[in-house]
């Protein structure tokens, strides 16, 4: 069930008007039976599974807080729990390759066992209580609108809320529809007009010229960002038509200068989880070992996150990338900014910003490359060569659909940057209802006109 299929829509104006028809005392349990609803609707043991680890955290975290006066045996059901949640997640993502045996992989699991484990770790450091309502502790894990991609939640965001839920106010369903209808833009008018030809030079690497070996790797990074920040908008849009309120997961990351602001940016909540569970615990412990000892945590932590994305060396090289990008970012950090005293400030940045586009498309071909033989074969064959015509350069993809992308993506890039100044979602409230309806019903018709239905998938429902 994708959040652009007919059985999410009718699953959401369904929940959204009993919710509101029920009155408070039940509206969680209308959220929590949609959320199972949505789950096993993929699969009744991906709800098990779900359930399971939930109540799994559950009980856990009232374990730790019972044990606080006794430091060792709060230790052991800490970490004793921990390491159960990371096999529970390993054995599903490895097990299949390990053994040579088919083992369904459950939706969302990568996603809600980050999410227990913040949740253990936080109570475990005091910094929160442990929930003792299991109703509120069952929808802050199994909430559907972040259930498949995320967000990653913190209790003290989101299971503060759920423990309150209040009903969304008119300025909260109003702004939540419209992020809805920014998401699907980014979804059905960039991504998935883009990425099947993307999918296709992919897959036919040995077949593929050098220019659309070249063309197919600079596009990709804009066809995962359409696709993952319009998945977020949606998510994020949708639960505030419930009164609840989700963590943002990008902000511009295209526009940074340096690849250590790039992940600052991108993908916040999985980025600032791994800042704050294992980088800063892991640099803590080797302080004494000075720059090598934040060298050698930045690698850890990333190489940690490019196995999070998957089973193989080639995820291994795609964090390793990020990680040594950034160390030498550190290391040369004086050097730069000499550079930009002698460059000027605005050309500095805006090479900045093209080279920390052009590492991120490069080590995206590993993430893309289904093997670390075929990843390097890509990229010793980019170049500008072709095979017969230079109409390679558009990777097959149709004059229609280049044209909508293409506008697509500059209205994107405008919309983002005017963003960045003031939000422009609440300052068009502030406009004459003409004009805010007129472009409403716009932007609507050319979704429907122009959206490219059909694919619901979404490239992270694989992580």
């Not at 929808?139 to 003290?156: D, H, N, Q, T």
């Not at 002698?342 to 093209?354: C, E």
Request: include cysteine; glycine fraction near 8%.
């Amino acid at each position: 069930m994708s959040f652009i299929s007919t059985e999410f829509a009718c699953l959401f104006v369904l929940c959204f008007a009993v919710c509101y028809l029920v009155g408070q005392r039940f509206r969680k349990a209308v959220l929590l039976a949609s959320s199972c609803i949505f789950i096993g609707y993929f699969h009744v043991g991906f709800l098990l599974v779900a359930v399971a680890v939930a109540l799994f955290a559950y009980g856990a975290g009232i374990l730790i807080e019972k044990t606080a006066d006794r430091p060792g045996r709060q230790q052991v059901a800490f970490w004793g729990a921990c390491l159960c949640l990371v096999l529970c997640w390993t054995g599903f993502r490895y097990a299949g390759k390990l053994t040579g045996t088919s083992v369904l992989f459950p939706l969302g699991i990568s996603f809600y066992t980050f999410q227990a484990l913040a949740y253990l770790t936080e109570v475990y450091w005091g910094e929160e209580k442990a929930e003792r309502n299991v109703t509120d502790f069952l929808l802050y894990m199994l909430l559907f609108l972040k259930f498949l991609s995320g967000p990653i939640e913190r209790p003290g965001n989101l299971l503060a809320q759920v423990k309150e839920l209040r009903p969304a106010t008119y300025p909260m369903m109003t702004y939540g529809a419209k992020l809805i209808l920014v998401g699907l833009i980014k979804k059905l008018m960039i991504a998935d007009h883009l990425g099947p030809y993307i999918d296709h030079v992919f897959a036919s690497v040995h077949e593929a010229s050098g220019v659309q070996l070249l063309m197919a790797a600079l596009l990709y990074p804009v066809e995962l960002y359409a696709d993952f920040s319009g998945y977020t908008d949606m998510a994020v849009g949708g639960a505030l038509l419930f009164g609840l309120r989700l963590s943002p997961n990008f902000d511009r990351p295209f526009t940074s200068q340096t690849t250590a602001e790039f992940w600052r940016r991108w993908h916040i909540s999985l980025s600032s989880w791994v800042r704050d569970y294992l980088y800063l615990p892991l640099a803590s412990v080797v302080r004494g070992w000075g720059q090598w000892g934040i060298a050698g945590s930045l690698l850890v932590t990333f190489v940690a996150l490019g196995v999070w994305h998957g089973a193989g060396w080639t995820f291994v090289v795609y964090g390793l990338i990020q990680g040594i990008v950034i160390v030498w970012e550190q290391r040369t950090a004086k050097a730069r900014n000499t550079l930009r005293d002698r460059l000027g400030n605005r050309l500095f940045t805006l090479l900045s910003q093209v080279r920390t586009y052009l590492v991120f498309a490069l080590s995206l071909i590993f993430f893309k490359a289904q093997t670390l033989e075929e990843a390097f074969y890509y990229i010793g064959h980019l170049s500008f060569r072709v095979h017969s015509s230079w109409k390679e350069v558009s990777i097959g993809i149709p004059d229609r659909s280049c044209i909508v992308a293409g506008a697509t993506l500059l209205l994107l890039l405008v919309y983002e940057h005017f963003m960045a100044r003031g939000d422009v979602l609440q300052r068009l409230e502030r406009q004459p209802a003409a004009l805010r309806w007129a472009l409403y019903y716009l932007f609507v018709f050319v979704l429907f006109a122009y959206g490219k239905f059909g694919t619901e998938n979404f490239i992270y429902l694989q992580f």
